[in-house]
């Protein structure tokens, strides 16, 4: 700015200093201009008076160094000239100064040199005799004259020059400081040049309204930033060239990612095929998705393009889990399975033991032996329906009534009803341990001691025992089932918890059990926020815990 102000004012100064010398020079020129024409004049004046008293003689005496006479006839003949020979001259009758004299007494005119470089100066006065006397000066040219001075004048405009800039340096300075320090931050409170006060009175309100703006957009982005930090689904903003604008912690665990990749390519952090595929459908088709296993657990990836005014500005990656989706999906397919079969298998029995009846093939002695089976079957359809209603009820969430419940009761009124079967199987009970209160449902809480009782004397062996253990502690109850039977692979451990799982598929032809035991046990469990756990070996018998948390009944 120093440098424009600072150009400006020289260039002022330079053409001021030029329009000065050029109107000097032409004013001084007419001032002596006129000086030198008056004493023409006089000079004339008093040559005419002497040429009239002394004659030619007098014209002979002068030194004309700086004037020259020239004596003409009325006819215009030369008669004495003092820088050159008369006799030579042509006749000066047709000059305008010669003219003018010899009509009005007296005459002027002025004529420019062939070179352009000076003028002659003429004038003429009218003698007594008739005869006129004229009288010439050389002019310089206002161009000889700027000839002349041009080397005083382009001393003047350097020296003026370089003094201009002097000044105008130590101007622009003086004139640009304050704007210096100018406070950018506190507009309202500079004390500057007036002129300035709308300027920085539009300032300081650009300023408030930035400010403004930048608080609601800080919030916009804390809000942004909450709420996608908090999100369980991984999410991936693009910019149209696919670098990354932001990344939620969800998205940087799923593609281990750091914090630092914000502005890097997204194919660098993801590699797959699918991915690149799936961005360039979503680019042309404006969306895209796909499934694809990542760290053991099945996603989704909802790819959306960015559009605004027609232009692509970017793209939207949203990840979800679906593996407990899937997962439900197919235990849904399965269960619908097993429970056709389950369903089917006891009534065809039962139908075909009713056919066989109606048709009269069977003897007399043996219609008690298939009502027996008949009953037999049906028995275990209503077990089978009785579990499924269970566990859609647990599945549902449905609230049951809650209750303080001592699980020791509990197990003793089990053993109760199980007696006669642990006898059969030449099995012993014992229950040992603390009350174990659980705030809970009843019903549910006795289900799962029955089954994994029931489980347990089952798969026993003669001379077996089952030992129900409770232990209560600071807010906690443990509830275990331990017996001597034939244990559990390592590799079954999980999976006897899934609806109509049997470890033992002949084994469970025998049994009049519906495969869903311990699925309702697991499902009983968590609906009491209770967590099981499993130790087992062949032929080592089985320990089955759950763990109830009391702190919050």
Request: a negative charge.
């Amino acid at each position: 700015m120093i440098n424009k102000i600072l150009r400006s004012i020289l260039t002022v100064a330079i053409i001021v200093q030029i329009a000065s010398l050029l109107i000097i020079t032409s004013v001084l020129y007419r001032y002596f201009g006129d000086i030198q024409i008056s004493q023409l004049k006089d000079g004339l004046s008093l040559a005419s008076r002497a040429m009239e008293q002394l004659g030619e003689s007098y014209l002979e005496s002068l030194n004309y160094d700086r004037y020259r006479l020239t004596w003409v006839s009325s006819d215009g003949k030369v008669l004495f000239d003092s820088h050159a020979d008369a006799a030579t001259m042509e006749n000066h009758a047709d000059r305008e100064e010669i003219k003018e004299a010899l009509t009005s007494g007296t005459g002027s005119s002025i004529r420019q040199s062939p070179t352009m470089t000076e003028l002659t100066i003429y004038e003429a006065i009218l003698l007594k005799d008739g005869s006129i006397l004229r009288m010439s000066a050389k002019r310089d040219t206002v161009f000889s004259l700027v000839l002349g001075l041009l080397q005083p004048i382009a001393m003047i405009l350097l020296i003026a020059s370089i003094l201009s800039a002097w000044l105008a340096h130590g101007m622009a300075k003086r004139v640009v400081e304050p704007l210096n320090k100018l406070n950018l931050e506190k507009p309202l409170e500079n004390d500057a040049y007036e002129e300035l006060s709308p300027l920085l009175r539009r300032l300081h309100s650009q300023q408030m309204e930035i400010k403004s703006q930048m608080r609601k957009l800080k919030y916009k982005e804390d809000e942004f930033d909450q709420i996608t930090g908090n999100m369980k689904e991984a999410l991936v903003l693009l910019d149209n060239t696919g670098r990354i604008l932001s990344i939620n912690p969800a998205a940087r665990k799923l593609f281990n990612a750091e914090i630092t990749c914000i502005g890097e390519d997204f194919l660098t952090i993801e590699r797959k095929l699918n991915m690149r595929l799936a961005l360039e459908e979503a680019k042309k088709q404006g969306h895209a998705d796909f499934r694809d296993l990542k760290k053991g657990r099945e996603y989704q990836f909802d790819l959306s393009r960015i559009d605004s005014e027609g232009n692509h500005h970017g793209m939207v990656i949203l990840a979800f889990d679906v593996t407990e989706q899937v997962n439900a999906e197919r235990n849904r397919r399965e269960f619908t399975a097993n429970v056709s079969h389950e369903l089917k298998t006891p009534l065809q029995s039962i139908i075909g033991s009713a056919e066989l009846m109606e048709s009269g093939i069977v003897k007399e002695d043996d219609v008690p032996r298939f009502v027996r089976h008949i009953r037999s079957e049906a028995s275990r359809l209503v077990y089978l329906i009785d579990d499924i209603i269970q566990l859609s009820q647990l599945d549902e969430g449905t609230e049951m009534p809650h209750e303080d419940v001592s699980l020791k009761v509990l197990a003793e009124e089990v053993f109760e009803v199980l007696t006669d079967a642990a006898k059969l199987k030449d099995v012993s009970l014992e229950v040992i341990g603390d009350d174990g209160v659980v705030n809970g449902v009843r019903r549910l809480l006795y289900v799962v001691i029955y089954s994994l009782c029931d489980n347990a004397i089952k798969y026993n062996i003669p001379g077996g025992s089952v030992k129900v253990s409770i232990t209560q502690k600071t807010g906690s109850v443990c509830l275990s089932v331990q017996d001597t039977g034939i244990g559990i692979a390592p590799e079954h451990h999980e999976k006897i918890f899934e609806r109509f799982y049997r470890v033992d598929k002949s084994h469970s032809k025998q049994s009049i059990g519906t495969g869903l035991g311990l699925s309702i046990v697991k499902h009983a469990a968590q609906y009491h926020n209770g967590i099981i756990s499993v130790e087992s070996k062949l032929k080592k018998g089985t320990k089955i815990s759950i763990l109830f948390d009391t702190k919050e009944q």
